[in-house]
């Protein structure tokens, strides 16, 4: 039996997906006052100072639950655990989950640091069609996003991931 390639390290992109995240919420932070917000493309995307202090898709954001902060900061803690075990089960050949495991990693550290420094995340991307908008969300929020496509697609489309025989 062969060796096994050397595992491809994807911390690049995490870095990067972790830098990029933190550059542009510094950026808007700096040129937004809370809930300010302009016209990117008219009718369809607007920037926008919010502060999401509950967990995804602004659940909990209105809550006045005890230890909130903590709570959340925990939860993204346990999620981090949890890439961090998946992870360490893929195969060095499983590019794609690799490639979104790294994208949602960075994700959830951008996010993480938010919540450990600020007690919130900031969004800042305003999707709206007429009177409809998606949840505001962040370039952590979308590496998550495109992270987790990119793992499905490696589990549903690559190739069947199953124990090689004996």
Known sequence: MLPEPKTPQFWWLTLAVVATDQVTKALVFASLSLYESTTVIPGFIDLVHVRNTGVAFGLLNSSTLAYKTAITTTL???????????????????????????????????????????????????????????????????????????????????????????
């Open 76 to 166: 993204a803690l346990v999620a981090l655990a949890g890439i961090a075990m998946y992870a360490r089960q893929l195969r060095s050949h499983e590019r794609v989950a690799r490639l979104g495991l790294a994208c949602i990693l960075g994700g959830a550290v951008g996010n993480l640091i938010d919540r450990a420094r600020q007690g919130f995340v900031l969004d800042f991307v305003d999707v709206y069609w007429n009177s409809w908008h998606f949840w505001a969300f962040n370039v952590a929020d979308a590496a998550i996003t495109i992270g987790a496509f990119l793992v499905f697609v490696d589990l549903l489309l690559v190739k069947p991931h199953v124990s090689d025989p004996v």
